[in-house]
């Protein structure tokens, strides 16, 4: 809004509310979008780091400790295809993904502290050690490695 020399001291003061009035309503509306933003922001880190691979203990960790901490989590006993499920919700590989599941084939049949149990039709695996057979190969608990 331009001023002149013509308009009073009142008119003046007017058209200095107004404008004032004019400008708060500009930085509502820019603050609302800016938390509209923020809010929008916060969304999509969360969904980054809900799609992010879940860390494994330890950092590096190759796939046939991985099959045995989560075996460990799951007593009673998971098939090879949850196994996979699990790997790849963790972001361990287990070779190329056309000889993933012969991988955890072998490795869930040549272990010894993993043993078959017949279930519904179905084959699951699981830890001696939850069945209450060979000890830990870990040596410690594994819901306390699981924790760290």
């Not at 969304?43 to 901490?69: C, M, N, R």
């Not at 070779?95 to 179905?122: D, L």
Request: glycine residues 8%.
């Amino acid at each position: 809004m331009l001023y002149s020399l013509a308009m009073t001291h009142k008119e003046q003061a007017a058209a200095a509310k107004a404008r004032i009035l004019e400008l708060e309503r500009e930085k509502q509306r820019i603050d609302a979008e800016l938390e509209a933003w923020k809010k929008i922001r916060d969304a999509h880190e969360q969904l980054s780091k809900a799609t992010a691979a879940k860390a494994l203990v330890p950092a590096k960790i190759g796939p046939t400790d991985a099959i045995l901490i989560i075996l460990g989590k799951y007593p009673a006993g998971l098939t090879p295809t949850q196994i996979r499920d699990q790997l790849n919700e963790y972001g361990i590989a287990c070779g190329t993904e056309k000889n993933f599941m012969g991988n955890i084939h072998a490795i869930i049949k040549r272990h010894k502290s993993i043993e078959a149990v017949p279930e519904g039709g179905r084959t699951l695996y699981r830890l001696r050690s939850a069945a209450g057979g060979l000890p830990n190969p870990f040596g410690r608990n594994l819901a306390e490695m699981l924790k760290e």
